[in-house]
């Protein structure tokens, strides 16, 4: 093999082994248990709260009883994209 290709095979390994180590460190780099507790708790509380702000747009509904599936439905999905969220945080394991 000519001496150049042989550089320009070598450069590319190094450039490899670069980033493979990069991703070996994010691999051993944990998520802070923190972060994922705050996100749950201000979910929480956002949906906690949701209600509230969806009482004028459902007040031509009777005695806003369609307010209580709309809450739920978007609850349902908030939640499920934050636990999405969750498993996706670590995603060698």
Request: proline share 6%; glycine share 4%; no cysteine.
């Amino acid at each position: 093999m000519h001496f150049v290709r042989k550089d320009e095979l070598n450069k590319n390994l190094s450039i490899f082994e670069d980033t493979l180590g990069g991703s070996e460190r994010l691999l051993s780099s944990p998520v802070p248990l923190f972060y994922s507790r705050h996100t749950a708790r201000f979910l929480a509380t956002w949906l906690l709260f949701l209600p509230f702000a969806l009482y004028d747009p459902f007040k031509d509904s009777w005695n806003h009883l369609a307010m209580i599936p709309v809450t739920s439905f978007i609850s349902i999905m908030l939640f499920g994209i934050e636990e999405l969220a969750t498993q996706l945080e670590e995603p060698f394991t």
